[in-house]
């Protein structure tokens, strides 16, 4: 089954009944996707566990409109069809049209500064407003498979809170998608640190590509990462943080070391982030309880409690912490 | 048998002949040594490969003293018996000695701007002092075998040029040791960069051992080493510098990648290391033919060849260039 046969499969018709509206919040990774068994349905090689950032996502509404082609805003300017950005959208609308082209209007509220992508929370708002504009009334659990073969990640974005996002056996993908961890942890903090924001040269995808292509040290790795994320439940279910944040380091490390040792090498890293790293880990030596996660790119994502929240701002005089619950 | 069996078993007897005298070279690993099978005798969980740096070395001559304690000097300076380099060679030369001690007198050619280990020179250069001194006439796999016990890359400071370090099958060792690839290439040239000569704050040894005791991604570590020294010697036997240097430059990356996902994590990369690297890269990106290798420690060694020195000199101010044959 391709990605038009799996949408088929799932929504009840192609017939938009009104205007559509969706939000959806970003999300970090704690046990971290990397590699996919099929490109195509974004289907991983392994189960991934994130906590949605509150505050920072998108919001998206959707109509039809008589036209020959979509029209895509984002942040209130139109972007141009030929750009990537409105190429992937419309395709990924193909899925869903019946001749109809869309007006689709889009704000991100996540701050360029973050450092973050917004891929995410973009194609779950979006799949949230195709399920309102065409009334299907899908579950959670449809909406995650269908956000999720516009970006894997997003398929996590649906839900709010600890996600779950397993990774299913089927070929058709229909068991991969996410579920909330029903824990909300009111003194956790994520503290967002920007080291650069421009474009990075090797796209998630085609990263994760490379690596399990070319990377020898792949093979341990959806093997680890399953362990992990059992590892960092079960921390949140007994709020653990310190278990929570030297499996979540050691799991987002390891991702990076794949990508490290693959040929050609992938470094997603600047000098800043590794000077960045050392000062997490010097401050551990002084026993602040702070640690960091990293998605593919350079910026870091502290993971901290309230408790530690003022010396953290202290030490990291450019950081955006974030209160997840 | 633990290290003084198998000393035992090697030498002839335990009564100096005379004065002796030994110098040897440092060496860099093209596929490197990470992981010990056995700690006390220094036997690899993988062959090694490397290269020889003449002109970068240890000079090392010893003799009897009728004394109650080792006297050890380092470049024209006595070196307090509690210090940890003197404890270490004084421990070595129990394995020897009757009763005996020494007076040793080291000279290190080896600049302290060049960030580089001389370890493994030393304890090669004193293995082959003893032998001089001792009038043993071991041949060079023993030497090979006793460098070994002092410190694992010794094993292959017994020989210049291109070097392979076996790593054996036997309990005892007795077929882990060096031996020479018979190749002479003109035209290649290390480069050494330092980014930072303080001594660092994890051992090699017990880098080395946290990462076997605690790395998920090391398990595949050991096979890909051996794969590696293959297509390097190759890559050497047939001077296809493109696939030395790319190999190279993987099979050090991978061993710092098993180090970066241990837990906790070993990251001897500084800010400049990553600079560097991405340095090199966009040199290679320019046609530029040239690669790294890099121990366990931040510094970087660079790989090319004699038509490109000229260009390498200008990008790199502060190299030291080593015409290795």
């Given at each position: 089954m391709n990605a038009q046969d799996i949408v088929t499969s799932i929504i009840p018709h192609k017939i938009p009944q009104q205007k559509g509206y969706g939000q959806a919040n970003i999300n970090i990774a704690l046990s971290k996707y990397w590699g996919k068994r099929d490109i195509e349905l974004n289907l991983p090689n392994n189960s991934s566990l994130s906590i949605s950032l509150p505050s920072l996502g998108t919001k998206t509404s959707i109509e039809v409109i008589n036209s020959t082609e979509d029209a895509i805003y984002l942040n209130n300017t139109k972007i141009a069809n030929e750009e990537l950005f409105a190429k992937r959208i419309s395709l990924f609308l193909n899925y869903f049209r019946n001749n109809n082209y869309f007006k689709i209007i889009t704000h991100n509220s996540v701050p360029t500064a973050a450092g973050l992508a917004s891929s995410a929370s973009g194609y779950a708002a979006l799949v949230i407003a195709l399920n309102n504009c065409f009334q299907w009334r899908l579950s959670n659990n449809k909406l995650s498979i269908l956000a999720r073969l516009g970006s894997g990640s997003a398929a996590r974005s649906i839900f709010d809170g600890f996600v779950i996002w397993h990774k299913g056996q089927q070929q058709d993908g229909l068991d991969s998608f996410a579920e909330p961890i029903n824990m909300a942890w009111q003194e956790l903090r994520v503290g967002l640190i920007k080291i650069d924001t421009t474009a990075k040269k090797i796209s998630s995808t085609q990263g994760m590509q490379n690596t399990v292509n070319?990377?020898?040290?792949?093979?341990?790795?959806p093997k680890k990462a399953e362990q992990d994320l059992i590892k960092i439940k079960q921390a949140i279910l007994v709020k653990d943080f310190n278990n929570l944040g030297k499996t979540a380091e050691n799991n987002a490390l390891s991702m990076h070391a794949t990508m490290i040792a693959t040929m050609p090498p992938i470094l997603y890293w600047q000098s800043e982030s590794v000077t960045t790293m050392h000062k997490v880990w010097q401050l551990r030596e002084q026993a602040i309880n702070v640690y960091f996660t990293m998605d593919a790119g350079p910026n870091l994502k502290l993971l901290f409690l309230e408790q530690d929240e003022y010396i953290i701002k202290q030490k990291f005089k450019n950081i955006i912490v974030i209160k997840p619950f």
């Open positions: 070319n990377c020898e040290l792949y093979q341990a790795w």
